[in-house]
């Protein structure tokens, strides 16, 4: 039986991954979740478990990261969060902590997620190079935006799930949004679906940019789509570039 003292919290929080391996506690610790969880146990006196909405990759960063926990604080939501956040690094801040139902789950109750991809094609800038792809070269943009426009929608999304990942049955994904926009030499990819599968976003980002050097056509990115086979000319866009920046609940 759950005991009525034990409360089910909500926490949103922000991180640079640069650092870190991941989100996913690893063997050895160095993972967000190893953090936070050091820092919850430490306040609690006992091992505690979170549970996030997903991992994501050493390097990766996040907006919006959404996890959550159980434990007895009769404190309120904003002293929990002050008390967390004493014993966090710079690097990962809580944005907000809130009670909720005992039936909420981080993962499991999701209906969807918001990523945004940051490329940079100007000349090679170090305080750039953290957050954004560094391409530096000019890429055919207009061809870009087409090539969004083909994976928009509601595919199987084979061809682009990561070739050392686990198998998946289910690889068919509703791409809501699939959106570039230009400032400068600063390029903005931001993607939503109802899921993504593990460096599903990279591959679609490293397809788009396939495009924009000019390696296919967005007609060929239409015939790879339907052909549900991962090519070599798919890239899988390095880590840094991307922002997990919001988690979608109904």
Not at 1 to 16: I, L
Not at 29 to 40: F, H, N, P, S
Not at 177 to 185: A, I, K, M, N
Not at 203 to 223: C, F, I, N, Y
Request: charged share 25%; aromatic share 8%; glycine share 10%.
């Amino acid at each position: 039986m759950r005991d009525p003292a034990v409360q089910r919290w909500k926490c949103v929080c922000a991180y640079d991954g640069t650092n870190f391996a991941g989100w996913q506690s690893q063997h050895g610790g160095g993972a967000i979740q190893d953090v936070i969880e050091a820092r919850l146990t430490q306040m609690f006196g006992g091992l505690l478990r979170i549970n996030a909405s997903g991992r994501t990759d050493a390097g990766v960063h996040a907006h919006g990261q959404v996890f959550h926990f159980d434990a007895a604080w009769k404190h309120g939501p904003e002293r929990l969060r002050a008390a967390m956040c004493v014993g966090l690094p710079a690097a990962i801040q809580l944005k907000s902590v809130r009670a909720v139902k005992p039936d909420f789950h981080s993962r499991f109750t999701a209906t969807g997620k918001i990523y945004v991809y940051h490329l940079y094609l100007g000349d090679a800038d170090p305080f750039t190079r953290p957050f954004a792809w560094a391409i530096g070269k000019p890429l055919d943009i207009e061809s870009m935006k087409a090539a969004t426009a083909v994976l928009r929608g509601k595919h199987d999304f084979r061809a682009f799930s990561a070739l050392n990942g686990p198998p998946k049955d289910d690889t068919v994904r509703d791409l809501r949004r699939l959106e570039l926009v230009r400032r400068g030499p600063r390029v903005r990819i931001t993607a939503e679906a109802d899921g993504f599968m593990y460096k599903m976003v990279r591959s679609l980002v490293g397809a788009v940019v396939a495009v924009g050097e000019g390696k296919m056509t967005p007609a060929q990115l239409r015939e790879l789509l339907r052909s549900k086979q991962r090519t070599p000319l798919v890239q899988t866009a390095p880590p840094q570039g991307l922002f997990l920046v919001k988690v979608l609940y109904s």
